[in-house]
């Protein structure tokens, strides 16, 4: 996971405060929003576990403090709900400004409502995914049930919530009493996943069932069971991110590998924009080839004296296994560690002229086996004998031509 500190203005000048989170070993095929609980932060566990999960499946995932919370500047006490849906289409704009626009927008609990709320004014939004939330934002009063008659009364009380003091003013309640979250979601048209726990005691299971009926197809259902409302057992909130990942990928454009096609063993693909980030198709599999980032690269994939050195590694331990089986020695783990002695974008650089150094592959194996003194050095000579290694030190050709394309 890459980390971006982000800084963004909501519609009052009043700076908020999120993080990027971009996956390791590609570039983002889609940006996502996520609206968290009430009165909770960005790094709140689950978030961030959900965040991962979304990462690890190409996505990259923009959660940032609501104003009044965390890092964002503001008085928590001057917000309200209809300003939490403000914050994320404001968020939805920087993306779009510096980034790419969102398709994805996630809400846990009252952001959840929230998120509902912005999808419907967000145009680039293609699919929506709430956790836990309640189906009308009005709902949320009952955590401070006992608060209401001196807010009513006096037009604010300080309310507990998690075991923090937070101020909550009658503006909030009013403006919590004219939205309609069924309506909205009936008017919004997109694609909708609904994951809610029947054990939740915070946000009932009922609120799940009334937004699914007010919500029209495409829409689904995912039961949490026995997942607590802020999903705080890791396994609850991983499960949500790979969820909404799989299901989200159905209604947001992801870009096929397999568009690449060869009559060869290989193809590699590299764009003008894409600095050293190649797609591959080897043999039947799908992969990235890069450069470190010291070299000016992503480091999305292994660079091509990796993969060089990836060759000699597992054909050497094939060959080791293959050898091993048939004199009927019980090897149980054989290791080939394989390192080059020269970085490749240095021999760009003088890739038109000979070069004096010498290439070299520093390779190590590690047996694991009840085997002698000259078993070993057996294997050993046998090492040196795996069909990766031969070509190595075989005189090779590359017959390289023109073509306009493969079909």
Same mark, same amino acid.
Not at 59 to 82: H, I, K, M, Y
Not at 91 to 110: K, M, R, V
Not at 309 to 321: D, P, R, Y
Not at 384 to 390: A, L, R, S, T
């Given at each position: /996971?890459?980390?971006?500190?982000?800084?963004?203005?909501?519609?009052?000048?009043?700076?908020?405060?999120?993080?990027?989170?971009?996956?390791?070993?590609?570039?983002?095929?889609?940006?996502?929003?996520?609206?968290?609980?009430?009165?909770?932060?960005?790094?709140? !566990?689950?978030?961030?576990?959900?965040?991962?999960?979304?990462?690890?499946?190409?996505?990259?995932?923009?959660?940032?403090?609501?104003?009044?919370?965390?890092?964002?500047?503001?008085?928590?006490?001057?917000?309200?709900?209809?300003?939490?849906?403000?914050?994320?289409?404001?968020?939805?704009?920087?993306?779009?400004?510096?980034?790419?626009?969102?398709?994805?927008?996630?809400?846990?609990?009252?952001?959840?409502?929230?998120?509902?709320?912005?999808?419907?004014?967000?145009?680039?939004?293609?699919?929506?995914?709430?956790?836990?939330?309640?189906?009308?934002?009005?709902?949320?009063?009952?955590?401070?049930?006992?608060?209401?008659?001196?807010?009513?009364?006096?037009?604010?009380?300080?309310?507990?919530?998690?075991?923090?003091?937070?101020?909550?003013?009658?503006?909030?309640?009013?403006?919590?009493?004219?939205?309609?979250?069924?309506?909205?979601?009936?008017?919004?048209?997109?694609?909708?996943?609904?994951?809610?726990?029947?054990?939740?005691?915070?946000?009932?299971?009922?609120?799940?069932?009334?937004? +699914?009926?007010?919500?029209?197809?495409?829409?689904?259902?995912?039961?949490?069971?026995?997942?607590?409302?802020?999903? /705080?057992?890791?396994?609850?909130?991983?499960?949500?991110?790979?969820?909404?990942?799989?299901?989200?990928?159905?209604?947001?454009?992801?870009?096929?590998?397999?568009?690449?096609?060869?009559?060869?063993?290989?193809?590699?693909?590299?764009?003008?924009?894409?600095?050293?980030?190649?797609?591959?198709?080897?043999?039947?599999?799908? /992969?990235?080839?890069?450069?470190?980032?010291?070299?000016?690269?992503?480091? +999305?994939?292994?660079?091509?004296?990796?993969?060089?050195?990836?060759?000699?590694?597992?054909?050497?331990? /094939?060959?080791?296994?293959?050898?091993?089986?048939?004199?009927?020695?019980?090897?149980? !783990?054989?290791?080939?560690?394989?390192?080059?002695?020269?970085?490749?974008?240095?021999?760009?650089?003088?890739?038109?002229?000979?070069?004096?150094?010498?290439?070299?592959?520093?390779?190590?194996?590690? !047996?694991?086996?009840?085997?002698?003194?000259?078993?070993?050095?057996?294997?050993?000579?046998?090492?040196?004998?795996?069909?990766?290694?031969?070509?190595?030190?075989?005189?090779?050709?590359?017959?390289?031509?023109?073509?306009?394309?493969?079909?």
């Amino acid at each position: /996971m890459s980390l971006q500190k982000i800084r963004f203005q909501n519609k009052e000048g009043q700076t908020l405060v999120g993080r990027l989170e971009m996956p390791v070993d590609q570039h983002p095929h889609n940006f996502v929003i996520f609206a968290h609980c009430f009165t909770c932060t960005k790094n709140l !566990l689950a978030v961030k576990n959900i965040g991962k999960a979304l990462t690890s499946n190409g996505f990259a995932v923009l959660r940032f403090d609501f104003t009044g919370l965390g890092e964002s500047d503001g008085d928590f006490a001057d917000t309200n709900f209809s300003g939490n849906v403000s914050d994320l289409i404001a968020a939805a704009d920087h993306l779009e400004a510096n980034f790419s626009a969102p398709t994805l927008i996630i809400g846990h609990s009252l952001g959840g409502a929230a998120a509902l709320f912005a999808a419907a004014e967000i145009a680039s939004i293609k699919a929506v995914a709430t956790i836990g939330a309640p189906s009308n934002p009005v709902h949320v009063q009952h955590l401070f049930k006992s608060s209401l008659s001196e807010i009513e009364e006096s037009g604010k009380a300080t309310v507990n919530l998690s075991g923090r003091d937070f101020t909550i003013k009658k503006q909030f309640l009013d403006d919590l009493e004219n939205k309609s979250l069924p309506t909205i979601v009936k008017n919004m048209r997109k694609p909708l996943l609904i994951l809610h726990s029947p054990q939740d005691d915070t946000v009932g299971i009922k609120n799940a069932e009334e937004i +699914y009926v007010a919500a029209h197809h495409p829409k689904s259902f995912v039961s949490l069971d026995g997942a607590d409302h802020l999903l /705080m057992r890791k396994e609850d909130s991983q499960y949500v991110g790979e969820v909404i990942a799989g299901w989200s990928q159905r209604y947001v454009s992801v870009p096929k590998n397999d568009s690449l096609k060869t009559k060869h063993q290989v193809v590699a693909s590299l764009g003008f924009e894409d600095g050293f980030t190649t797609n591959m198709k080897v043999g039947n599999h799908f /992969m990235i080839a890069d450069e470190p980032k010291d070299f000016g690269g992503n480091d +999305y994939g292994p660079s091509p004296y990796e993969l060089v050195s990836a060759g000699l590694s597992a054909c050497t331990a /094939m060959t080791i296994q293959m050898y091993t089986k048939r004199k009927n020695w019980k090897v149980d !783990l054989v290791e080939v560690h394989t390192s080059y002695a020269k970085s490749h974008a240095e021999d760009c650089e003088n890739c038109e002229t000979d070069s004096a150094k010498i290439d070299t592959f520093h390779r190590e194996i590690t !047996l694991i086996g009840d085997l002698d003194e000259k078993q070993k050095a057996r294997i050993l000579q046998i090492a040196d004998k795996c069909p990766v290694h031969k070509t190595l030190h075989s005189e090779t050709q590359v017959i390289t031509k023109l073509v306009d394309s493969f079909n």
